[in-house]
């Protein structure tokens, strides 16, 4: 693929928003060709195998390596994961946060929404690799879904989305029926 055409592909971000502002992100990763790599449901529940737990440790320790940030509420389904992560005005306050900034490709801004989601996706493809012996394969598409959420009504409405999304997994956009 030409290189050019690779950095003007159309970004889903909105233009000229500076994702490193404390606000509240809802977001939706999705594994490559919407693999189901995660785990099983059992119940309604997931159920999930060595690369699910990988998934959810890293998921969890962005709070450690981002320390401004909250990791709300999420699911790890098979094939996608659903999450709410907050940059915390609060904890912003003289360190981590700063200036608008604008993010152009090859030059991430530090603690940008952006960049945590690739930072995510990263140590979650090489820890996968590892285990599975597979250097360089991708465990995740290209993009993600995003959303700010703009009030608490938006807020519970997601919330309460990832909460059911297992028990509503045949129902799922994401749902593939070869996943047994």
Known sequence: MDSKKNHNRKSIRIKEYDYSQPNW??????THDKECIF?????????????GKIANQCLNEIQLHFEFTNLDYYVIM???IHFIINIDADKCRGTA?????HENFGKPVAGSIPTIIRSYKSVVTKQINILRQ????????????EHIIRNDVELYKIRQYIHNNPIKWEDDDYYKYDWI
């Open 78 to 80: 098979l094939n996608h």
């Open 39 to 51: 785990g099983i449901i059992q119940n309604g529940e997931v159920k999930l195998n060595e690369y």
């Open 134 to 145: 597979t250097p360089g394969f991708p465990v995740w598409q290209r993009n993600y879904y």
């Open 25 to 30: 992100y809802y977001k939706t990763i999705c």
């Open 97 to 101: 946060c700063r200036a608008p900034t």
